[in-house]
């Protein structure tokens, strides 16, 4: 019998997060959610740390300044708990929307953040809770660190296999190859804005992290969908306070994309100013050709000469231990029988 490759319409998502206000964010996210399903997708991706928008403060001066201003205080309160109210609201809404989505989150977590992506299924149910593997400079001084059970990919119905990363973990080798390893076939690549320190700072720009994603789907011979942010007037007016603050960030800096498993473009770009959902249609046999050519965890590999070791051990940082009874009274040692 021959295999049957999936064929759909995916959704990846330009916008301006609601900043720092997370009830109204969920709204907005339940909207875009419900406007893709409406258009016919089956899969809908955003960017990073969509809820409640990146942390555009920890860049943007000291961190005095940050808890002065009362960025560090409404970026936690903000945050997403995937056990709180607004959290049932998403999964309600993706259920009844009958689409994927993989959505960037602030992960609240007691009393940590982290850098999430969330893969909730068209039913409502977690897919994935994944944690960026190692924030990006600065963003250590906000989020802690996810651990290599984050480097999976998912088999999801009608999909096929299904993967996401944050921002600079496409710049990590490692990574990326421990995910072509799972025969990744989708990958959602989230970017949070590319208005950051421009245009002294060429590798923060859209340029290069545009062309990681396409060396991505290249490497992987996988569909790259490429969600970003767009920062407001509003947000700029809320961070910028001095004339040399304004220098650092700027309005726009949206520049989401889709990528074929051949690194072409499927889709034209927005105005990086402009709000939208990009829609492409893909149909997952055009990966058969691509690896063809060059399968790099396959057929092109060579692990006689390099190879990849993982550890996918989920980081517990609490342990519990159980002594063993003291069995001398009834002279028996702890585990073993009369």
């Not at 009958?98 to 068209?122: D, K």
């Not at 990574?175 to 804005?193: D, F, G, L, R």
């Not at 992987?220 to 007037?233: H, K």
């Not at 650092?248 to 959902?277: C, Q, R, T």
Request: with cysteine.
């Amino acid at each position: 019998m021959p295999l049957i490759h999936p064929r759909y319409k995916v959704a990846v998502v330009q916008a301006a997060p609601i900043w720092l206000d997370l009830e109204a964010g969920i709204d907005k996210t339940i909207a875009l959610i419900n406007e893709a399903a409406a258009n016919g997708a089956k899969l809908v991706a955003f960017p990073e740390t969509w809820l409640p928008g990146y942390p555009w403060h920890i860049w943007m001066g000291a961190h005095a300044w940050q808890v002065s201003r009362g960025f560090v205080q409404r970026y936690f309160d903000n945050s997403l708990s995937y056990d709180s109210p607004e959290a049932l609201r998403l999964r309600a809404a993706v259920r009844q929307a009958g689409i994927t989505a993989v959505i960037g989150v602030s992960e609240r977590s007691g009393g940590s953040l982290y850098m999430g992506q969330w893969i909730i299924g068209a039913d409502g149910e977690t897919i994935a809770a994944r944690r960026k593997l190692r924030p990006t400079h600065v963003e250590r001084a906000v989020f802690g660190e996810g651990d290599g059970s984050d480097l999976s990919v998912h088999q999801i119905e009608g999909l096929g296999r299904v993967g996401a990363l944050c921002c600079w973990e496409h710049l990590q080798p490692l990574s990326k190859y421990a995910m072509y390893a799972q025969n990744e076939q989708v990958h959602v690549a989230a970017w949070p804005s590319f208005s950051n320190y421009e245009p002294f700072a060429h590798a923060l720009g859209w340029e290069v992290n545009n062309a990681a994603s396409k060396i991505y789907a290249v490497e992987g011979s996988c569909f790259v969908l490429a969600p970003c942010a767009v920062v407001t007037q509003a947000m700029i007016d809320d961070l910028c306070d001095t004339p040399e603050k304004h220098g650092f960030n700027h309005v726009g800096g949206g520049h989401a994309i889709i990528y074929g498993p051949d690194g072409s473009a499927l889709v034209s770009k927005l105005p990086e100013d402009s709000e939208g959902i990009l829609y492409a249609d893909i149909d997952l046999a055009a990966i058969v050709v691509s690896k063809n050519a060059a399968d790099p965890a396959g057929h092109y590999s060579r692990p006689d000469v390099t190879r990849l070791m993982i550890n996918r051990t989920p980081m517990r940082r609490v342990e519990a231990l159980t002594l063993p009874v003291d069995g001398s009274e009834t002279g028996t040692v702890s585990g073993q029988d009369n």
